[in-house]
């Protein structure tokens, strides 16, 4: 359990109060680099998509996709388990199968499959951390991509494999892939949180850099005003 899911438990509001803590006590995130795009794409197969993507707090990975061209929503949420327990107290134990996932929904002619993998593993993760990320550790931070079809698995496994071979990290690539079997829209607290608390010391140490990273690194894909889910979206 995360020092992050332990404040969550006295509520939001205490997040937001004691965020400032984490300033002291965590280093920024490393540099990110543009990676080479994937040499395996999806052609557009409609005028909207899904993809699901889990890779840490679902707070900085929704985030980043927020401020995508393209993406008309990105909305966090829980992957990898049963409806049932799809809860964050629950899934915060780490014994529920699921992962803190974003599902985006996004247009694939202004932003391709392969492209929102391409931004995934240049700004929004680190796949080299095995059931971590930065300061919060277990499984339900694991790095996982949920392919819903087999175009997805094959792309996405064939630029894990591109990435491996280009050696681009110095360590192995350690995301899965894993089929989606469901979705389950995270509770309203959660949503936006990034945008709506840029001042909290969580956000500003390990989720404003990947923004400010997706802003650099992929100008012609960044939107400065973000896609907000808003609560009466969560569906």
Partial sequence: MSLRHMMLGFGAAALIATGALWSSSHSRAEPAMRLPAPAVDEPPQAETE??????GCFWGVQGVFQHVRGVTQALSGYSGGSAANAHYDLVGT??????????ITFDP?????GQILQIYFSVATDPTQLNRQGPDFGSQYRSVIFAADDGQRKV???YIAQLDRARVFDAKIVTRVDPLRGFYPAEAY???FAALHPDNGYIAENDLPKIDN??????????AEPKL????QLN
């Fill in 156 to 158: 996405a496994r064939a």
């Fill in 94 to 103: 780490g014994q529920t199968g699921h992962a803190e996932s974003v599902r």
């Fill in 109 to 113: 002619r202004i932003v391709s499959y």
């Fill in 50 to 55: 899904t993809a699901v993507v889990a890779g």
């Fill in 229 to 232: 889910v808003g609560t009466n």
């Fill in 190 to 192: 959660h949503q936006d």
């Fill in 214 to 223: 997706l802003r650099r690194l992929f100008p012609a894909l960044y939107q």
